[in-house]
């Protein structure tokens, strides 16, 4: 069957940039980052190269590598040939732990759910929360107005934010999980976790996985989540709220009291 030629589109709906250089170009940044737990390099993620400490040690405690803050005595960062590599001093059963779960392939994706080798395994470490009531619709508009004051183009935010709806910690990254490690990673760091996480971007079931583990009550998106992260949600009793841009607040588990 002879297909019709595709017409060409017209020049001028484009603004042509396929010479300028990468140099120039404002986008975000990503690099290969290599976390390694002692001289073990145990996953690799894309992500936004800056404010790397948050960022490992959130996604440390997020893959169940370890379970406290204390847990690691420095962090110490590299540059690969590509990369940047951030290792995490910490005792040797627990890297030898992590390196008996890692992945059977170096993962690109920064959930880090990517390669598990059973099911198990992307399930391990959700917990029943504490029955906790849902952070109030004002407090989490006055959040989706900081959100989107500081919404950075081409890069996801995620926000951990008080009672009130105060900014308490800050995370942004080419990932959206990368973002929520960074806020994770920074209220481990000073020892304050929020009451509640809000990320700029659909909810799937590594955000719900990532904001049990650290026992936050409430994760609130920008758009629908997926029935998958419902479900774990509501076994979990973490408040799961879609905020829908910011247009409504809509409780798909947890308390609203």
């Known amino acids: 069957m002879n297909m019709p030629p595709v017409s060409p589109a017209p020049v001028e709906e484009y603004t042509d940039r396929r010479d300028r250089p990468l140099r120039d170009l404002d986008g975000p940044r990503e690099m290969p980052i290599t976390l390694a737990l002692n001289d073990e390099a145990v996953a690799t993620l894309l992500a936004t190269p800056e404010s790397l400490e948050p960022l490992a040690i ?23 040939r590509h990369g940047l590599r951030v290792r995490l001093g910490v005792p040797a059963r627990l890297a030898r732990q992590a390196a008996r779960r890692a992945p059977c392939e170096a993962s690109v994706s920064s959930c880090g759910a990517c390669g598990a080798l059973e099911e198990a395994e992307v399930m391990a470490g959700l917990t029943r929360l504490p029955p906790h009531p849902v952070l109030s619709g004002e407090a989490l508009r006055q959040g989706l107005a900081a959100l989107e004051a500081r919404h950075c183009r081409g890069q996801h935010t995620a926000l951990g934010l008080d009672a009130r709806g105060e900014v308490m910690t800050q ?8 973002a929520l490690d960074r806020v994770i990673g920074e209220s481990l760091l000073n020892g304050t976790p ?5 990320v700029s971007s659909r909810c799937s079931l590594e955000l719900v996985q990532k904001t049990v583990r650290a026992h936050i009550p409430t994760l609130a998106t920008l758009s629908l989540p997926s029935a998958l992260a419902v479900e774990v949600a509501r076994a979990c009793e973490l408040n799961l709220v879609c905020c829908h841009r910011g247009r409504s607040l809509e409780l798909f588990s947890g308390r609203l009291s």
Do not use: K, M, Y
């Open 58 to 80: 959130g996604h440390a405690f997020t893959a169940g590598w370890i379970t406290r803050r204390d847990q690691v005595a420095d962090i110490t960062v590299s540059r690969l």
């Open 171 to 178: 995370g942004q990254d080419i990932g959206r999980h990368n």
């Open 194 to 198: 929020p009451e509640a996480v809000l």
